[in-house]
């Protein structure tokens, strides 16, 4: 699959292909079961990318950040999330458009609350350890990152846009973790838009 998509899919095609690449010396300490799933996704990550050869190719690359995100926070257990979140490259999340075509994602992960559709839930089985891998992920490329009290971390993405990580001390609720995406001057959204991390 990645010879596929380095071959005919452009420089998006060969990102992802260098993803899947590093992934592989890792998959000894994948379960059968994560290992199933990361297959199952990177199978129609491909596909998707064979759909669009004739369209934008960045649009099979938009389309195969979606499953990859789903499965890490939703499908498999922390260990291997980590793992999926830790390697992709900073080269996905360049301040800019490549960042906020992520951030556009990430802002529609999980349910919406009942308080509204900026406020998402993400129900999953490692909380804490998701959410803030999540961050650090998102955050490759900021400007400046700040430790703030009440274990609030602030990652300026540049140009009036902000990315937030809130511990259960921070959020004022029971919730685990809360990422917060700030990016009103990109246009993106008119307001901050919360992704809440709660506990299966």
């Keep these: 699959m990645a010879d596929g998509l380095r071959k005919f899919h452009g420089e998006e095609g060969k990102m992802m292909a260098e993803y899947f690449e590093s992934l592989i010396s890792d998959f000894g300490s994948f379960t059968t079961g994560d290992l199933q799933s990361f297959y199952d996704v990177a199978k129609s990550i491909t596909e998707s990318y064979n759909n669009r050869m004739f369209d934008s190719v960045s649009g099979g690359f938009i389309a195969g950040i979606t499953p990859i995100l789903e499965i890490a926070l939703f499908e498999v257990g922390a260990p291997v999330a980590i793992k999926l979140l830790k ?7 360049y301040r800019g458009a490549r960042l906020n075509n992520m951030v556009k994602k990430v802002g529609l992960l999980g349910r919406m609350s009942n308080s509204g559709n900026h406020i998402r839930e993400v129900v999953t089985n490692a909380p804490v350890t ?14 400046s990152i700040k430790n703030l009290p009440k274990g609030v971390v602030k990652a300026d993405m540049g140009n009036g846009n902000f990315i937030i990580y809130r511990p259960i001390t921070a959020s004022g609720s029971n ?7 700030d990016f009103k001057a990109a246009g993106i959204w008119s307001k901050e838009r919360h992704i809440k991390f709660i506990a299966q």
Aim: glycine residues 0%; aromatic residues 8%; positive net charge.
């Design 175 to 181: 919730v685990p973790a809360t990422i917060t995406l």
């Design 87 to 93: 390697k992709i490259p900073v080269s996905w999340v």
């Design 130 to 143: 998701k959410a803030r891998e999540l961050f650090k992920t998102l955050t490759k490329h900021a400007v």
